[in-house]
T-cell receptor, first 115, second 111 residues
Framework: DGGITQSPKYLFRKEGQNVTLSCEQNLNHDAMYWYRQDPGQGLRLIYYSQIVNDFQKGDIAEGYSVSREKKESFPLTVTSAQKNPTAFYLC??????????????FGPGTRLTVL | GQSLEQPSEVTAVEGAIVQINCTYQTSGFYGLSWYQQHDGGAPTFLSYNALDGLEETGRFSSFLSRSDSYGYLLLQELQMKDSASYFCAVREGGSARQLTFGSGTQLTVLP
């Protein structure tokens, strides 16, 4: 079945540690996105990528980094510079990033807790 | 800047009809989307309105008035499984980043 997978589902890290969240899709989508969701809040865009080897900062990119070496994969690293990293992280993809009718398809999310 | 407003909570009983409103202020506007998210789960796409009027998909309908910067999601014949958060999202332009989400409305369906 086609879809988006994120791993792990739950992640715990100590303060000062970097951690990488995985996102893989087999939908053959060009565009991929990372969002952060805090309790009772909407989704805020961290980074997005419209094509391999290219990515752009979203609204809250500070303390995060990404790479897009393969079309299928868009890992997110939460660095120690991120002041408040505890949140629910959602990865999404869409066929392209340029059409106004594009629907975004979401993965199941990773819940990161900093101890 | 851009902002979207939707009620934080709505409660209704099984079998009822509920309307979740969304008003927006954006620099550009191409369309309004609705997503459903069950607790702890992934948001799933429900509908997209680019033009004024009502779009119907089964028990769910979505409405847009561009002149009023307003839209709503209408859920009919409510079921317990409809208990979830519902987000409106505005498409402000053609580039990938220009999808802005509201804070969500928590719908609770009571027996």
């Amino acid at each position: 079945d086609g879809g988006i997978t994120q791993s792990p589902k739950y992640l715990f890290r100590k303060e000062g540690q970097n951690v990488t969240l995985s996102c893989e899709q087999n939908l053959n989508h060009d565009a991929m996105y990372w969002y952060r969701q805090d309790p009772g809040q909407g989704l805020r865009l961290i980074y997005y990528s419209q094509i391999v080897n290219d990515f752009q900062k979203g609204d809250i990119a500070e303390g995060y980094s990404v790479s897009r070496e393969k079309k299928e994969s868009f890992p997110l690293t939460v660095t120690s510079a991120q002041k408040n990293p505890t949140a629910f992280y959602l990865c999404a993809s869409s066929i392209s990033g340029s059409k106004t009718t594009d629907t975004q398809y979401f993965g199941p999310g990773t819940r990161l807790t900093v101890l | 800047g851009q902002s979207l407003e939707q009620p934080s909570e709505v409660t209704a009983v099984e079998g009822a009809i509920v309307q979740i409103n969304c008003t927006y202020q954006t620099s550009g506007f191409y369309g309004l989307s609705w997503y459903q998210q069950h607790d702890g789960g992934a948001p799933t796409f429900l509908s997209y309105n680019a033009l004024d009027g009502l779009e119907e998909t089964g028990r769910f309908s979505s409405f847009l008035s561009r002149s009023d910067s307003y839209g709503y999601l209408l859920l009919q014949e409510l079921q317990m499984k409809d208990s979830a958060s519902y987000f409106c999202a505005v498409r402000e332009g053609g580039s990938a980043r220009q999808l802005t989400f509201g804070s969500g409305t928590q719908l609770t369906v009571l027996p």
